[in-house]
C-alpha cells in the first residue's frame, strides 16, 4: 500500500494544522496506522496510532491532551488534529501503516510499520 501524507506547514505557537494520510488501497481499513515525527538531529519518535476500526488509540505523553488521530476508511485516509502546537513540535510527520486486527493501539516501535509515506513538514514558530 503507498502512503501520501499532507497537511503540513509554518504556524505559530498555539495554532493549529490538521494532517492527511491517503492510502492507495481499499484493504487500508484492516491496517493500523500511526504517525512519526523526525525534529533535525533527532532520532524519529513515535506520535500516535489508532487500530483499523478506530476504536482504540494510543499517544505518546508529549502529543496527549493536544493531538487527535482518527480515520475514514470510506476514504482511505487517516487524520491527525494538531491543537495548540509547540515549537518542540516542529519536524517532518510520517505516517505509517501496517496490516493488523488487533483491538487495542500500542504498537510505537518503528519496526512494526511496514509502509510509509514520504513525510510532511510542520514548522511551529515562537
Known amino acids: 500500500v503507498q502512503l501520501q501524507a499532507s497537511g503540513g506547514g509554518l504556524v505559530q505557537a498555539g495554532g493549529s494544522l490538521r494532517l492527511s494520510c491517503v492510502a492507495s488501497?481499499?484493504?487500508?481499513?484492516?491496517?493500523?496506522v500511526a504517525w512519526f515525527r523526525q525534529a533535525p538531529g533527532k532520532e524519529r519518535e513515535f506520535v500516535v496510532s489508532?487500530?483499523?476500526?478506530?476504536?482504540?488509540?494510543y499517544y505518546a505523553d508529549s502529543v496527549k491532551g493536544r493531538f487527535t488521530i482518527s480515520r475514514d476508511n470510506t476514504k482511505n485516509t487517516v487524520y491527525l488534529q494538531m491543537n495548540s502546537l509547540k515549537p518542540e513540535d516542529t519536524a517532518v510527520y510520517y505516517c505509517?501503516?501496517?496490516?493488523?486486527?488487533?483491538?487495542?493501539?500500542?504498537?510505537?516501535?518503528?519496526?512494526?510499520?511496514?509502509?510509509w509515506g514520504q513525510g510532511t513538514l510542520v514548522t511551529v514558530s515562537s
Open positions: 489508532i487500530t483499523w476500526n478506530g476504536g482504540s488509540t
Open positions: 488501497e481499499r484493504t487500508f481499513s484492516t491496517y493500523a
Open positions: 505509517a501503516a501496517h496490516l493488523s486486527l488487533r483491538s487495542v493501539a500500542g504498537r510505537t516501535q518503528r519496526e512494526h510499520y511496514d509502509y
